[in-house]
């Protein structure tokens, strides 16, 4: 299996085991992380989760080849992976307990859009973060251009939006990605740290908690963004430069875009 799960207490660790494709998320990783928030969700023992990677990667990000044509035949909501609780929040509901993340190494595309759906992120201090698909033809649609302005600031943002440019742990934690910077090799214990203190705590009270704050963040802004989202993807998807970001990915060469 490429993804584990594991309870220790009323906490569930979720890790992706692709350390082969540097922890690429395929279709198999997609429904098995969607159906661990399904049961973190559901589960009345269990009151928070931590998502990390196994190995020296967090996420090179989507398995494109494996997984663009089938976006592409049923649109953006299939990285919910038909689960209840979808773990970007952006496309189904989100999971009602708290999740902390644990980043390491490289953390591209969608490693971002999960640190921007979390509660709280932990990070190596090598963490590599970039957010490739402006340079794959296609746009984030994990919730990136959603809530990256608005948590992030507009700048911030834009920055590694529109660019596509690596930065690294210490300017993810100036602009608020990450809420703590650790050594290489301390994320998870440090991320299970944080999730036992609070799982400790009242859970109807954090759940309440969590629920108010994300009504207060989200507004109607969140819905009408993601629509937007939805109804920009297929004709960008069918574009000619996303066929060439797919093939210069899969051919590891520079892309040669034409913006048609």
Excluded: C
């Excluded at 980043?103 to 999960?114: D, N, R």
């Excluded at 296609?138 to 590694?160: C, D, E, K, Y």
């Excluded at 993810?172 to 990450?178: C, S």
């Excluded at 989200?218 to 937007?228: L, P």
């Amino acid at each position: 299996m490429s993804v584990t799960v594991e309870q220790d207490g009323h906490v569930l660790l979720i890790g992706i085991d692709r350390p082969d494709k540097r922890n690429a998320w395929n279709l198999e990783v997609i429904e098995g992380v969607g159906s661990a928030y399904d049961r973190l969700a559901t589960d009345d023992d269990l009151r928070i989760g931590v998502l990390f990677g196994h190995g020296d990667h967090f996420s090179a990000g989507l398995d494109l080849a494996e997984v663009l044509p089938v976006m592409q035949a049923n649109g953006p909501g299939i990285i919910a992976g038909g689960s209840a609780y979808d773990p970007f929040g952006m496309w189904g509901t989100p999971v009602p307990k708290p999740v902390v993340l644990a980043l390491q190494g490289i953390s591209f595309t969608l490693s971002i859009e999960l640190a921007l759906a979390s509660d709280i992120v932990i990070a190596a201090d090598d963490v590599r973060f970039r957010q490739l698909e402006v340079g794959r033809g296609i746009l984030p649609f994990g919730g990136a251009t959603v809530r990256g302005p608005r948590q992030l600031g507009w700048g911030n943002a834009m920055r590694f939006l529109l660019t596509g440019e690596e930065f690294g742990a210490a300017e993810a934690l100036r602009i608020g990605l990450v809420q703590e910077v650790v050594a290489p090799g301390r994320q998870l214990s440090r991320a299970l740290e944080l999730a036992q203190v609070i799982a400790a705590q009242a859970p109807l009270g954090v759940y309440g908690t969590l629920a108010n704050a994300r009504i207060a963040a989200r507004g109607d802004a969140e819905t009408a963004a993601a629509e937007h989202l939805a109804s920009l993807l297929p004709p960008l998807l069918a574009s000619e430069d996303a066929k060439e970001g797919v093939l210069s990915f899969v051919e590891r060469r520079e892309a040669r875009f034409t913006g048609r």
